[in-house]
Structures are given as structure tokens and as C-alpha cells.
């Protein structure tokens, strides 16, 4: 079910990137744009080995990156552990017509017990400040926010960044 992107899945993952921001913008939640995020981006998620899916019948349901590249606009966030061995995680996206039947909460099982294994010391993410959702859902599963930072691109709002440690 979950498996590695590979580049002949990037048109399917485009598609439901723009269906999870049409999705978005319908519930005043302007998080993802023309700019972000792009096939390019996705290309780069994949060719680094960084990008899952959670796939069911050949259809993708569900995306994650995992990565231990810290993105510059994190390096003025206080985190909770030294910037030295932490996973990230982005692009964490579902289809609309799936949410809330537990695929995200799989992925982020998946994206934990993958830290976990691989001896991250913890895992950081962020997540829009108007998406409620996604901030309880982070919540719940034990994450403390840390910081805010800006995409201005993205929006004039912030994203909240989050880190999970065990």
C-alpha cells in the first residue's frame, strides 16, 4: 500500500495535489497555489528517493516526502533537538474524496516508525496556520509547535512548525 513515487506517478500525484487545494480554498484554507507545490517539485521528491505513496488498485490515495534536508526557512526556529539528525516531512496530502477514512494517520505511522528505524532523533514539520484540522490532528499525535515561519508565496500567513520527539 505504501510504496516509493516513482516519476511515471508524478502526473497522478499533480492531480491530487490540485484536488486537495481545490478542496482547501473551499473551506477558506488558501495553503497551496499555482506556486506550490509543482511537478518539478515533485520530480525532485522522487528522484532524491524522499517521496511515498499510499496506493490502493493502482490508484494514489496519498502522498508523504521524508526528508533529512533541513529547508532554509526553518534555521531561525528554536526546535526542541540539536539540527543534527532529523526527519522532515512534507507534502503530506490526501484525495478529498478519502479524508478522514485514516490514510493520513497511516503515512504519518509509516513517516514515524521510518525515523524510528533509522535512528532520526526527531521528526519536524510544518503546517498552515489557518488549517485547524491539520494542527489538532499533529496535536493529537504528540507533537509541540516550536515556531511560526512565512512562504510568501504560499500566504501572507504564517505556517506553524512542529516537532515530534521521543
Known amino acids: 500500500m505504501i510504496s516509493k513515487a516513482t516519476l511515471s506517478d508524478v502526473e497522478q500525484i499533480y492531480q491530487l495535489t490540485q484536488a486537495c487545494a481545490k ?7 488558501y495553503q497551496w497555489n499555482e506556486h506550490y507545490p509543482t511537478q518539478d517539485r515533485f520530480e525532485k521528491d522522487i528522484e532524491r528517493d524522499e517521496m511515498y505513496t499510499y496506493k490502493v488498485d493502482g490508484k494514489i490515495l496519498g502522498i508523504i516526502v521524508l526528508t533529512p534536508i533541513m529547508d532554509e526557512e ?3 526556529i528554536t526546535w526542541l ?12 496530502a490526501v484525495q478529498p474524496t478519502h479524508w478522514g477514512q485514516g490514510i493520513a494517520r497511516a503515512l504519518m505511522d509509516f513517516g514515524e516508525a521510518y525515523a524510528r528505524k533509522h535512528t532520526y532523533s526527531s521528526v519536524r ?7 485547524k484540522r ?7 499525535r504528540g507533537y509541540q509547535k516550536v515556531g511560526e515561519i512565512f512562504f510568501p508565496k504560499q500566504s501572507e500567513f504564517p505556517f506553524y512548525c512542529y516537532e515530534l520527539v521521543w
Not at 23 to 29: F, G, H
Not at 83 to 91: D, E
Not at 125 to 131: A, K
Open 125 to 131: 514539520l510544518d503546517t498552515f496556520s489557518v488549517n
Open 23 to 29: 478542496a482547501l480554498i473551499s473551506n477558506n484554507i
Open 81 to 92: 533537538t540539536e539540527n543534527a539528525k532529523n526527519l522532515y516531512i512534507h507534502r503530506l
Open 134 to 140: 491539520n494542527q489538532i490532528f499533529y496535536k493529537n
Open 74 to 76: 526553518y534555521i531561525p
